[in-house]
């Protein structure tokens, strides 16, 4: 696609819901990256993937917290029994190379989580 | 490990005057170090970024910042800046990792 897509743009869900977050990244590109952004705490990484695999995960806040990707495309992040404290923009990147300079990431307009 | 700290929260600026948004990093390793750009309800757009070469880099809309290795920063300057530049200004570094490490922000407000 010509962006990095993200869905929903909005999520307004009850306190111990699931919740499933869907990034669909440029196409070709192997790097794949989440992010939470949240007032009082910037924006904070979560994951990393290189193809289908999270070499990195060290972000992850609990083990509320997962993600995977399928196809090398598609990822998911998944939150459950969501608390208020999840509330944030979850913003997701992806990147044409796997290495430092990978991170020359590619922005989607995030999903706005609200956990009431 | 690496850190990145954006002194200014908040920086208002009058049409045309020309800016500064600071920015230092701390890293054990060589670091690449990139500004992003983030308006109202939209993802982050790259400014620019420092790889390599020059310590003197140029980016969109005018912007561009210089790379001091010895001061470990990186700061943002406009020399006239518009009403449309307003938005929130995120400083970045990686280095060995794959990720990006970003500062706190710096909401920029261009005044009429």
């Known amino acids: 696609g010509a962006g990095v897509s993200q869905s929903p743009s909005n999520k307004v869900t009850e306190k111990g819901k699931d919740v499933e977050l869907r990034c669909d990244p440029i196409?070709?590109?192997?790097?794949l990256y989440w992010y939470r952004q949240s007032l009082g705490q910037g924006l904070e990484f979560l994951i990393y993937?290189?193809?289908?695999?999270?070499?990195?995960k060290s972000g992850l806040p609990s083990d509320r917290f997962s993600a995977e990707r399928t196809g090398g495309s598609v990822s998911t992040l998944t939150i459950q029994r969501t608390q208020q404290e999840d509330s944030a923009v979850y913003l997701c990147?992806?990147?044409?190379?796997?290495?430092?300079?990978?991170?020359?990431?590619?922005f989607g307009q995030g999903t706005r989580l609200t956990v009431v | 490990a690496q850190s990145v700290t954006q002194l200014d929260s908040q920086v208002p600026v009058f049409e045309e005057a020309p800016v500064e948004l600071r920015c230092n990093y701390s890293?054990?390793?060589?670091?690449?170090l990139f500004w992003y750009v983030q308006y109202p309800n939209q993802g982050l757009q790259l400014l620019l970024k420092?790889?390599?070469?020059?310590?003197l880099v140029k980016g969109i809309n005018g912007f561009e910042a210089e790379f001091n290795k010895s001061q470990t920063s990186f700061h943002l300057r406009k020399p006239s800046v518009h009403i449309s530049d307003t938005a929130e200004y995120f400083c970045?570094?990686?280095?060995?990792?794959?990720?990006?490490?970003f500062g706190s922000g710096t909401q920029l407000t261009v005044l009429p």
């Open positions: 990147a992806s990147s044409s190379r796997d290495s430092p300079l990978g991170t020359e990431a590619f």
């Open positions: 196409s070709g590109h192997t790097a």
């Open positions: 993937f290189q193809g289908n695999s999270a070499p990195d």
């Open positions: 890293s054990s390793v060589s670091v690449y």
């Open positions: 420092y790889l390599s070469g020059s310590t």
């Open positions: 970045a570094v990686s280095g060995s990792a794959r990720q990006l490490t």
